[in-house]
Protein backbone atom coordinates (compact mmCIF):
# COMPACT_ATOMS: atom_id res chain seq x y z
CA UNK A 1 0.00 0.00 0.00
CA UNK A 2 2.71 2.57 0.83
CA UNK A 3 4.15 1.74 -2.73
CA UNK A 4 1.15 2.98 -4.36
CA UNK A 5 1.25 5.88 -2.51
CA UNK A 6 4.94 6.86 -3.32
CA UNK A 7 4.09 6.37 -7.05
CA UNK A 8 0.89 8.48 -7.14
CA UNK A 9 2.92 11.27 -5.40
CA UNK A 10 6.01 10.72 -7.87
CA UNK A 11 3.13 11.10 -10.62
CA UNK A 12 2.07 14.34 -9.26
CA UNK A 13 5.03 16.23 -8.23
CA UNK A 14 6.25 15.37 -12.03
CA UNK A 15 3.20 16.84 -13.50
CA UNK A 16 3.31 19.69 -11.20
CA UNK A 17 6.51 20.18 -12.57
CA UNK A 18 5.69 19.95 -16.56
CA UNK A 19 2.65 22.41 -15.83
CA UNK A 20 5.04 24.99 -14.08
CA UNK A 21 7.89 24.50 -17.02
CA UNK A 22 4.60 24.73 -19.88
CA UNK A 23 3.69 28.09 -18.15
CA UNK A 24 7.34 29.61 -18.52
CA UNK A 25 7.86 29.14 -21.92
CA UNK A 26 9.70 25.56 -21.31
CA UNK A 27 7.19 23.41 -23.30
CA UNK A 28 9.17 21.02 -24.57
CA UNK A 29 10.61 20.26 -21.41
CA UNK A 30 7.05 20.06 -20.02
CA UNK A 31 5.84 17.86 -22.39
CA UNK A 32 8.60 15.17 -22.01
CA UNK A 33 7.99 15.44 -17.97
CA UNK A 34 4.26 14.77 -19.31
CA UNK A 35 5.43 11.66 -20.71
CA UNK A 36 8.16 10.78 -17.55
CA UNK A 37 5.42 10.87 -15.15
CA UNK A 38 3.32 8.17 -17.71
CA UNK A 39 5.89 5.66 -16.19
CA UNK A 40 4.48 5.98 -12.45
CA UNK A 41 0.95 5.82 -13.70
CA UNK A 42 1.68 2.19 -16.30
CA UNK A 43 3.47 0.83 -12.99
CA UNK A 44 0.46 1.26 -11.11
CA UNK A 45 -1.31 -1.17 -13.18
CA UNK A 46 1.77 -3.12 -14.37
CA UNK A 47 3.62 -4.19 -11.27
CA UNK A 48 7.46 -3.89 -11.97
CA UNK A 49 8.26 -6.91 -9.92
CA UNK A 50 5.88 -9.35 -12.44
CA UNK A 51 7.18 -6.96 -15.87
CA UNK A 52 11.08 -8.16 -14.24
CA UNK A 53 10.06 -11.80 -13.31
CA UNK A 54 8.33 -11.87 -17.29
CA UNK A 55 11.92 -10.89 -19.13
CA UNK A 56 13.76 -13.34 -16.29
CA UNK A 57 11.10 -16.20 -17.73
CA UNK A 58 12.18 -15.03 -21.07
CA UNK A 59 15.55 -15.36 -20.85
CA UNK A 60 14.74 -18.75 -19.50
CA UNK A 61 16.09 -18.20 -16.09
CA UNK A 62 13.01 -19.41 -14.02
CA UNK A 63 15.44 -18.94 -10.58
CA UNK A 64 15.93 -15.21 -10.77
CA UNK A 65 11.93 -14.81 -11.91
CA UNK A 66 10.91 -16.74 -8.35
CA UNK A 67 13.31 -14.42 -6.55
CA UNK A 68 11.81 -11.50 -8.16
CA UNK A 69 8.03 -12.60 -7.76
CA UNK A 70 9.25 -13.60 -3.69
CA UNK A 71 9.70 -10.04 -3.20
CA UNK A 72 5.81 -9.48 -3.64
CA UNK A 73 5.41 -10.43 0.23
CA UNK A 74 1.20 -9.38 -0.32
CA UNK A 75 -0.17 -9.94 -3.21
CA UNK A 76 -3.52 -8.47 -2.53
CA UNK A 77 -2.46 -5.20 -1.08
CA UNK A 78 0.80 -4.43 -3.47
CA UNK A 79 -0.90 -5.69 -6.66
CA UNK A 80 -3.73 -4.40 -8.90
CA UNK A 81 -6.99 -6.84 -9.25
CA UNK A 82 -5.78 -7.41 -12.95
CA UNK A 83 -2.22 -8.63 -11.92
CA UNK A 84 -3.82 -11.24 -9.39
CA UNK A 85 -4.05 -14.15 -12.14
CA UNK A 86 -0.90 -13.16 -13.31
CA UNK A 87 1.28 -13.34 -10.50
CA UNK A 88 -0.17 -16.86 -9.58
CA UNK A 89 0.87 -17.88 -13.28
CA UNK A 90 3.80 -16.80 -13.29
CA UNK A 91 4.78 -18.75 -9.85
CA UNK A 92 3.12 -21.73 -11.90
CA UNK A 93 5.85 -21.86 -14.29
CA UNK A 94 8.75 -20.93 -12.12
CA UNK A 95 8.07 -24.04 -10.19
CA UNK A 96 7.12 -26.06 -13.36
CA UNK A 97 11.07 -27.36 -13.39
CA UNK A 98 11.84 -28.06 -9.83
CA UNK A 99 8.53 -28.80 -8.17
CA UNK A 100 6.04 -30.00 -10.21
CA UNK A 101 3.60 -30.32 -7.30
CA UNK A 102 3.38 -26.80 -6.84
CA UNK A 103 2.14 -25.52 -10.31
CA UNK A 104 -1.35 -26.92 -9.62
CA UNK A 105 -2.71 -24.55 -7.59
CA UNK A 106 -1.41 -21.66 -9.09
CA UNK A 107 -2.65 -22.60 -12.11
CA UNK A 108 -5.93 -22.85 -11.08
CA UNK A 109 -5.79 -19.64 -9.12
CA UNK A 110 -4.31 -17.77 -12.21
CA UNK A 111 -7.71 -19.04 -13.94
CA UNK A 112 -10.06 -18.24 -11.41
CA UNK A 113 -8.38 -14.76 -10.93
CA UNK A 114 -8.11 -14.42 -14.74
CA UNK A 115 -5.38 -13.80 -17.82
CA UNK A 116 -6.18 -11.81 -20.29
CA UNK A 117 -4.00 -13.50 -23.51
CA UNK A 118 -5.79 -16.29 -24.70
CA UNK A 119 -2.33 -17.61 -24.91
CA UNK A 120 -1.35 -17.68 -21.24
CA UNK A 121 -4.68 -19.40 -20.60
CA UNK A 122 -3.87 -22.07 -23.09
CA UNK A 123 -0.91 -22.32 -21.16
CA UNK A 124 -1.96 -22.70 -17.35
CA UNK A 125 -4.82 -24.74 -18.98
CA UNK A 126 -2.37 -26.92 -21.06
CA UNK A 127 -0.23 -27.68 -16.93
CA UNK A 128 -3.38 -28.35 -15.13
CA UNK A 129 -3.82 -31.35 -18.24
CA UNK A 130 0.09 -32.40 -17.25
CA UNK A 131 -0.93 -32.27 -13.39
CA UNK A 132 -4.01 -34.74 -14.02
CA UNK A 133 -1.51 -36.86 -16.65
CA UNK A 134 0.67 -37.17 -13.36
CA UNK A 135 -2.03 -38.14 -10.75
CA UNK A 136 -3.87 -40.71 -13.36
CA UNK A 137 -6.98 -38.84 -14.13
CA UNK A 138 -7.29 -39.15 -17.63
CA UNK A 139 -11.02 -37.98 -17.54
CA UNK A 140 -10.11 -34.52 -16.90
CA UNK A 141 -6.57 -34.48 -18.73
CA UNK A 142 -8.69 -35.03 -22.00
CA UNK A 143 -11.03 -32.51 -20.87
CA UNK A 144 -7.60 -29.87 -20.20
CA UNK A 145 -6.31 -30.83 -23.52
CA UNK A 146 -9.10 -30.29 -25.30
CA UNK A 147 -10.23 -26.75 -23.86
CA UNK A 148 -6.26 -25.81 -24.32
CA UNK A 149 -6.57 -26.85 -28.10
CA UNK A 150 -9.03 -24.50 -28.29
CA UNK A 151 -7.63 -21.58 -26.46
CA UNK A 152 -4.81 -22.22 -29.03
CA UNK A 153 -5.55 -20.50 -31.83
CA UNK A 154 -2.16 -19.54 -33.21
CA UNK A 155 -0.78 -23.36 -32.88
CA UNK A 156 2.09 -22.62 -30.61
CA UNK A 157 1.58 -25.56 -28.30
CA UNK A 158 -0.08 -28.54 -30.90
CA UNK A 159 3.25 -30.24 -30.36
CA UNK A 160 2.79 -30.07 -26.67
CA UNK A 161 -0.95 -31.15 -26.44
CA UNK A 162 0.10 -33.83 -29.10
CA UNK A 163 2.60 -35.11 -26.77
CA UNK A 164 0.42 -35.26 -24.34
CA UNK A 165 -2.13 -37.10 -26.08
CA UNK A 166 0.13 -39.67 -27.03
CA UNK A 167 0.71 -40.06 -22.93
CA UNK A 168 -3.08 -40.67 -22.24
CA UNK A 169 -2.94 -43.15 -24.83
CA UNK A 170 0.18 -45.27 -22.95
CA UNK A 171 -1.06 -47.76 -20.16
CA UNK A 172 -0.55 -47.10 -16.71
CA UNK A 173 2.44 -47.98 -15.06
CA UNK A 174 0.89 -48.51 -11.76
CA UNK A 175 -1.03 -51.70 -13.15
CA UNK A 176 1.69 -53.22 -14.19
CA UNK A 177 3.69 -52.67 -11.40
CA UNK A 178 2.57 -55.16 -8.80
CA UNK A 179 4.15 -57.89 -7.47
CA UNK A 180 4.43 -61.01 -9.69
CA UNK A 181 3.47 -63.15 -6.47
CA UNK A 182 0.74 -61.31 -5.33
CA UNK A 183 -1.46 -61.90 -8.63
CA UNK A 184 -2.65 -65.10 -8.35
CA UNK A 185 -3.43 -64.89 -4.61
CA UNK A 186 -6.79 -65.22 -3.22
CA UNK A 187 -8.95 -63.01 -1.30
CA UNK A 188 -8.36 -64.72 1.89
CA UNK A 189 -4.66 -66.44 1.25
Known amino acids: MKN ?5 VFTAL ?7 LMFHRNIGW ?9 IPILLFYKNEYILIAFWFLRKQNSEK ?10 SKSQLHKSQYGYYHY ?8 EEPKKVEP ?11 MRQDRAMATLNLAAGAIQRGRKQEAQKLLEEAKRLDKAGLMTEQIKMMK ?24
Open 4 to 8: KYIKF
Open 14 to 20: ILAAAVY
Open 30 to 38: GIMLVFVSA
Open 65 to 74: ARKWLSKITN
Open 90 to 97: LLGLTFAQ
Open 106 to 116: HMKKALEYGLN
Open 166 to 189: DQLKMPSMQKHLHNPQMRHRGKYF
